[in-house]
């Protein structure tokens, strides 16, 4: 069974950047998706950024331009830097695998966007 650990979230001005990693306790095949997911009080949870071999990073619109997703296999790590940060974007910060056919999460990190 797969853990995820995430880990980069705090609190942040407007305008400001963070950076989360997630890594997995096990190597993940490029060829399976690693994803952000976030959870906003109040409202369900929603996919930010996700990532697999042999296709282009997928973006939800929200954030486009602003986030950009990457991973490195060797260290078995998904990241996510997100830059021009506001407060809408504040939200618990899931990791997410899914490695055949099974969904793994991580237990979230916290991401705070105030001044």
């Known amino acids: 069974q797969v853990q995820l650990l995430e880990s980069g979230g705090g609190l942040v001005q407007p305008g400001g950047s963070l950076r989360l990693s997630c890594t997995a306790s096990e190597t993940i095949l490029s060829s399976d998706p690693m994803s952000w997911y976030r959870q906003a009080p109040g409202k369900e949870r929603e996919l930010v950024a996700r990532?697999?071999?042999?296709?282009?990073?997928e973006y939800r619109d929200a954030v486009q331009g602003r986030f950009t997703i990457s991973r490195d296999n060797a260290k078995k790590t998904v990241y996510l830097q997100m830059n021009s940060l506001k407060p809408d974007d504040t939200a618990v910060y899931y990791c997410?695998?899914?490695?055949?056919?099974?969904?793994?999460w991580g237990k979230g990190t916290l991401v705070t966007v105030s001044s």
């Open positions: 990532i697999r071999s042999g296709r282009d990073p």
């Open positions: 997410n695998v899914r490695e055949n056919g099974v969904s793994y």
